[in-house]
């Protein structure tokens, strides 16, 4: 797989953000999300919303190095009953930020490719997700595109060899060769665990293997669904899984 065109990302985050904001709306805010136990909705609409403002002032001002989260005027509401109103406000000015950016310019990445393209990706892998947690929060679910779910995972095996930079427990992700391979219908990865690193590597025969749907997937990889979710096939080493299922999140 290669990255979606960069205008299927910009329709994308248009559109999970507004259902974002939307579930806020019709539902109580105090609720608790299911899948991030310390967090309620408000606060979920809340890092939605601090996050697309964050990412878009990088964007607009093409940052060549990290933009201090502090150096950003978010305009929270002091109520949380502001927040969904917030949260859709904040998404259309996020959408004329990024329809207007060049996806090709420069600009600090903290994974490869130094482009604009990057945080475009991050930003509707993480509406993507965080769409699945406000659902489970509303007690209704609905389905993750597959198209972007399988982009989503090839997003975060790609970037994860990077995220060592600010989160090192990902160091215990290195091994002896071990391979892992995360298959879905129509696309497939492997992943080596070597004594320096770990990444991708062209698929030869894994340690072991994961198997299921896009959707499922993505919500794996970001833990959201563990290995016993019915969709879920595995092989190999089991041990294997269990490493890097408890050291892969960041």
């Not at 608790?32 to 939605?48: E, G, I, M, N, Q």
Request: net charge negative; with cysteine; aromatic share 8%.
């Amino acid at each position: 797989m290669t990255e979606l065109p960069y205008t299927t990302y910009c329709d994308a985050i248009t559109d999970e953000a507004a259902r974002i904001a939307s579930i806020a709306a019709a539902h109580d805010l105090t609720a608790k999300v299911p899948s991030c136990p310390d967090w309620t909705l408000a606060d979920l609409v809340r890092h939605v919303g601090v996050l697309q403002q964050w990412f878009a002032a990088m964007i607009d001002r093409r940052s060549p190095t990290r933009l201090s989260p502090r150096e950003v005027a978010y305009g929270v509401p002091a109520d949380i009953a502001g927040y969904p109103e917030w949260c859709a406000s904040r998404a259309v000015e996020v959408d004329r930020v990024l329809r207007a950016a060049d996806p090709d310019a420069a600009m600090y990445t903290w994974g490869p490719g130094s482009r604009v393209a990057f945080w475009a990706r991050r930003m509707l892998m993480e509406l993507l997700v965080h769409r699945h947690d406000a659902e489970l929060a509303a007690g209704s679910l609905t389905e993750i595109d597959p198209i972007l779910a399988a982009d989503g995972v090839e997003e975060f095996l790609v970037n994860l060899p990077s995220a060592e930079s600010f989160a090192p427990h990902l160091s215990a992700l290195r091994g002896g060769g071990e391979t892992v391979r995360f298959a879905t219908p129509g696309a497939e990865w492997t992943v080596r665990l070597d004594p320096e690193s770990f990444g991708l590597v062209p698929s030869g025969t894994p340690d072991a293997a994961v198997m299921t749907t896009p959707e499922a997937l993505l919500l794996l990889v970001y833990g959201r669904v563990g290995v016993d979710d019915p969709r879920v096939r595995t092989s190999g080493d089991a041990a294997l899984l269990a490493k890097w299922f408890t050291h892969s999140t960041f």
